[in-house]
């Protein structure tokens, strides 16, 4: 009886460190996906802004 409870409690320990290291891959993963779209975000803020004034004056002169 004791040689199984030793068994059943080393397997136990074994899921267990199995389910640590997946979480930890899957927070790694959505660390990464919050960061790409955290940058996705600010170029996609930075690309929808008006242009600088003078830009702007720059590029009504030119003759196309």
Known sequence: MEYRQQV???LNREVQAVIVNSLEAFG???DIA???TGAVAAISMWA???P???IRSKIGRQKI
């Open 28 to 30: 790694g993963i959505l």
């Open 52 to 54: 600088h004034p003078l």
């Open 34 to 36: 919050m960061l790409t």
């Open 8 to 10: 059943f409690m080393q």
């Open 48 to 50: 929808r802004r008006p």
